[in-house]
């Protein structure tokens, strides 16, 4: 059964947060270097060559608010339906406990998780309103506010989230700085939409998302069997977040080689389409 706290529950977002940010790359490199960059301008969405921006990028958890808000509810309710075996994840303790009436501990981090997935249910309805209803004439880039807000809200709540051992502050301040580090730039977009830099930040913090979530998948308990080298049973062992640690940089450094090639593919190619 799917579930954040194991290996699916990890590689399942960070899946869609690595397909999210190469469609991000993909779109921006085109719409780049298929005009004069000094026209540049970031777009809060993308689509394919020849087909329009927001239906393909709304299947990736996108920009696309029918989407956007169809797969944030499907989280959101698979969070706090299938996380317990009872049944739907009660936040107040049931009549007839021995805490009946206050916050349930055991449930209560199923509703941080779940909260998560509200602001890219808000950010979507913006989407729906200011694409459907232009008459409306909302601010310009107002979908790239309320989506920076979706990243800062999973952020906040993923840095404020309780940590026990040395590997899990580890995994969840860096799983924070990378969320912080997507949000911050779709807002430098907002107020430089012609800034190139802060849209390659934008998709590398979708894409160091990804990996970091496939990353703690494999440090985690799977089907039941805890792999021994992530072994977390002495509580305070630092060896295993300073390993961590190291392989998160490598994957930092794989991305940036990524980007590099990536970056040099398409000018390739658009360069030869316009010669």
């Given at each position: 059964m799917w579930a954040p706290a194991d290996w699916k529950g990890h590689v399942l977002p960070g899946t869609i947060f690595i397909l999210w940010g190469l469609h991000w790359l993909q779109g921006s490199l085109r719409l780049?270097?298929?005009?004069?960059?000094?026209?540049?301008?970031?777009?809060?969405?993308?689509?394919?060559?020849g087909s329009p921006p927001w239906p393909l990028e709304g299947c990736l958890h996108g920009q696309a608010g029918v989407f956007k808000?169809?797969?944030?509810?499907?989280?959101?309710?698979?969070?706090?339906?299938?996380?317990?075996?009872?049944?739907?994840?009660?936040?107040?303790?049931?009549?007839?406990?021995?805490?009946?009436?206050?916050?349930?501990?055991?449930?209560?981090?199923?509703?941080?998780?779940?909260?998560?997935?509200?602001?890219?249910?808000?950010?979507?309805?913006?989407?729906?309103?200011?694409?459907?209803?232009?008459?409306?004439?909302?601010?310009?880039?107002?979908?790239?506010?309320?989506?920076?807000?979706?990243f800062f809200n999973e952020a906040m709540l993923m840095f404020l989230h309780e940590k026990k051992t040395p590997l899990d502050r580890l995994m969840h301040q860096t799983l924070a700085y990378a969320m912080f580090g997507t949000a911050l730039p779709i807002w430098a977009e907002v107020v430089w939409p012609q800034s190139f830099l802060a849209t390659m930040c934008r998709v590398g913090?979708?894409?160091?998302?990804?990996?970091?979530?496939?990353?703690?998948?494999?440090?985690?308990?799977?089907?039941?069997?805890?792999?021994?080298?992530?072994?977390?049973?002495?509580?305070?062992?630092?060896?295993?977040?300073?390993?961590?640690?190291?392989?998160?940089v490598q994957c930092f450094v794989g991305l940036q080689c990524l980007f590099t090639l990536t970056v040099a593919l398409f000018s390739c190619r658009f360069k030869q389409d316009l010669a």
């Open positions: 780049y270097f298929s005009q004069n960059p000094e026209k540049y301008r970031s777009l809060a969405c993308y689509g394919l060559p808000m169809a797969l944030a509810f499907l989280g959101g309710w698979m969070e706090l339906t299938f996380m317990k075996r009872d049944g739907f994840t009660r936040l107040i303790c049931k009549p007839g406990t021995p805490r009946e009436g206050f916050i349930n501990g055991g449930t209560v981090h199923n509703w941080q998780h779940f909260v998560s997935y509200v602001g890219f249910f808000v950010s979507g309805a913006v989407d729906i309103i200011n694409y459907f209803l232009p008459g409306l004439s909302l601010p310009e880039d107002v979908e790239k506010v309320f989506l920076g807000l979706a913090g979708a894409l160091g998302q990804g990996v970091i979530f496939w990353v703690i998948a494999q440090t985690i308990k799977m089907d039941d069997v805890y792999i021994v080298e992530w072994d977390q049973t002495n509580g305070q062992d630092q060896v295993l977040s300073s390993y961590a640690a190291v392989i998160f």
